[in-house]
């Protein structure tokens, strides 16, 4: 079965807002942050919302397995310079994790981190630190690593290095793949089945825990990170939808993360979300090639 959903916001109503989002975009799954993405401030689970997201999920086929937790950027493992500052990230994940457990979220997508001064070698021994620090504790919630576009001094921006860290961390963690990161790492998705093969052969495709589907604003292996619309990008709708029918890969959620849009493509002034018609168009597997007009209309 597909399932496919978008980053939704969690608001005052917290995943009861997530899910009523998730249902106006006509998808079976989400991926929301516990609070603002840049910062860590973070209110307590409200259980009574948690109650009532729960039924409405029930009522529309929205299994709790399938949602997604991202944690904020912020978070940073690999640097520990700053023994304060690592401390905290590591302390802030642990505090993600038992939200989840507390929700029933059962995976967390975590970017592995960047080295800043330090070598490679060096940073990914920090991240395999720092998270056999986090798995002392056990956690129901599963962390998954997100595989990097390797902007700036990102870790994880290479098959080698997220088998690095799948292979050194004790607990059990999974890998979270992402198209544009993929295609700004060097990773062509237009020949994805050799590199799922690779995958498959060095870490085992059971770990791949989630999948973010975004087309990109630049070429192949320019390191950027800039995310663009389904079938609006360099990688192009054929390719997006040849990862998302992968028979492969049925089943692992789909998440979207392409960016809001404003009057016209130019716009500074990014408003309205994509999603429900993106979903749609990847629904009926036929790019709308209109979709600013499109969503334009809807929101006015
Ligand atoms: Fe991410
Ligand atoms: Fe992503
Ligand atoms: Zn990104």
Redesign the pocket.
Known sequence: MLILGSHVSFGKDQILGSTKEALSYGANTFMFYTGAPQNTIRKEINLDLLTEAKQLMKENNIEIENIVC?AP?IINLANKKDPTKWDFSINFLKQELKRCDQLGIKSI?L?PGSAVSYTKEEALENIVEALNLVLEKEYNCKILL?TMAGKGSECGSSLEEIEYLLKNVKGSIGV?L?TC?LNDSGISIANFDDYLEEFEQRIGLNKIGCI?INDSKNELSSHKDRHANIGYGTIGFENLLHVIYHQKLENIPKIL?TPYVGENWESKEKKYAPYRFEIEMIKQKEWDQLLIEHINDYYK
Do not use: A, I
């Open positions: 991202h950027y997508v970017h997100e979270c992402d990161h973010h993360e």
